[in-house]
């Protein structure tokens, strides 16, 4: 059992895992976040009226649908600051032993 401790605590398995469940656990409330509060504030301020996912850019006769990739970049920011201040805030980067 003590080689098997070693062996995870040695290969970051915790802050792996740690970040795997943070991550499972706030992906809803962020994407709420992010859908309900953050892309209409930033569809108003592009003049954007159907919302940011439908904001696009028109080039000649092409259009650029870049609302939908705004919108999980901001989703994949707020995810990923949430787990690194949770992690910091609960001192489990602390966990990991460092190879010596």
């Known amino acids: 059992m003590k080689g ?11 802050g792996l ?8 656990a706030v992906s809803k409330v962020v994407s709420a ?4 509060i953050i892309n209409p504030l930033i569809s108003a301020a592009l003049g954007s ?7 696009s850019l028109a080039l000649g006769s092409a259009e650029i649908l870049y609302g939908d990739m ?3 970049l ?6 990923a600051l949430v ?5 910091k805030f609960l001192r489990l ?7 010596e």
């Open 4 to 14: 098997f401790i070693d062996f995870v605590r040695e290969q970051g398995v915790v």
């Open 17 to 24: 895992a740690v970040g795997f469940i943070l991550g499972g």
């Open 33 to 36: 976040l992010v859908t309900d």
């Open 49 to 55: 009226v159907g919302g940011l996912k439908t904001a």
């Open 70 to 72: 705004v919108s999980v």
């Open 74 to 79: 901001i989703d994949f920011l707020v995810i």
């Open 83 to 87: 787990v690194y201040f949770g992690v």
């Open 93 to 99: 980067d602390k966990l990991d032993k460092k190879k």
